[in-house]
């Protein structure tokens, strides 16, 4: 019997490889926290998605205020997603937040987050170096993958990939195995548009890309301190 790969699922492979070895038999007694989380279950399936030595590609998972942005940028990702290169320095290819599965009550928490991930994109794509950015968020075992890029004059949509739930038991890996065509197609979604701007495209991308709003005017917007009997700022 002939099996034919392409290059793209070598890191599919090296994902189920990371869940034989790493998961545990049973379900832990215990809550998972967002370390535990991480460390135990979201990176052996991100990593080798994300992160590619080779191609200094890196995933890190720092937690601190993110260098490849703009001096003025103090926010801290939970996850950063890297090129670094030797004479062009660092640039921010993605990014990633994680919430435990408990967050998942708290939908205000949970929109923040993916609101961050939105605003850490946009300053990465207003540097004017990568065509788009790769996003992550995670709630519990729940990982959603976007993809933000400058579609137009000032219009930076945050296009969802797919939605995978990973596994926290081997017994979980079933339903899991299932999804794994979706976790390679967000692996080439990656490649594809997290990459240098050709010189056409950076032109053209100069002129579309338009200033963030300020603190000031975001919080205005959201609101999130604002009494419950107070109209909201936006209707639909």
């Not at 079933?174 to 056409?200: I, T």
């Amino acid at each position: 019997m002939r099996l034919d790969f392409d290059i793209a699922d070598m890191p599919i492979i090296e994902v189920v490889c990371n869940c034989i070895s790493c998961l545990p038999s049973f379900p832990t007694d215990s809550a998972v926290g967002e370390f535990e989380l991480i460390t135990s279950y979201l990176d052996p399936v991100l990593r080798p998605l994300l992160h590619d030595p080779d191609e200094m590609r890196l995933l890190r998972w720092t937690n601190r205020v993110c260098t490849e942005l703009s001096n003025d940028f103090s926010r801290r990702p939970d996850g950063t997603l890297t090129l670094r290169e030797q004479f062009h320095g660092a640039s921010a290819l993605g990014f990633c937040e994680v919430k435990p599965a408990d967050s998942g009550q708290n939908a205000e928490l949970c929109f923040t987050d993916l609101l961050r991930l939105a605003l850490f994109s946009k300053s990465g794509i207003d540097k004017g170096e990568i065509q788009g950015m790769m996003v992550v968020h995670a709630i519990g075992p729940a990982v959603t993958f976007y993809v933000m890029e400058l579609a137009g004059p000032g219009l930076y949509p945050l296009v969802e990939l797919a939605t995978i739930t990973m596994p926290l038991t081997i017994d979980d890996l079933s339903p899991f195995l299932m999804r794994l065509s979706l976790l390679k197609q967000v692996h080439v979604a990656y490649h594809r548009h997290s990459k240098h701007l050709d010189q056409k495209a950076r032109s053209k991308f100069d002129k579309w890309r338009k200033s963030s709003m300020t603190a000031e005017e975001l919080q205005d917007v959201i609101n999130i301190t604002a009494s419950k009997d107070k109209a909201p700022n936006i209707h639909v």
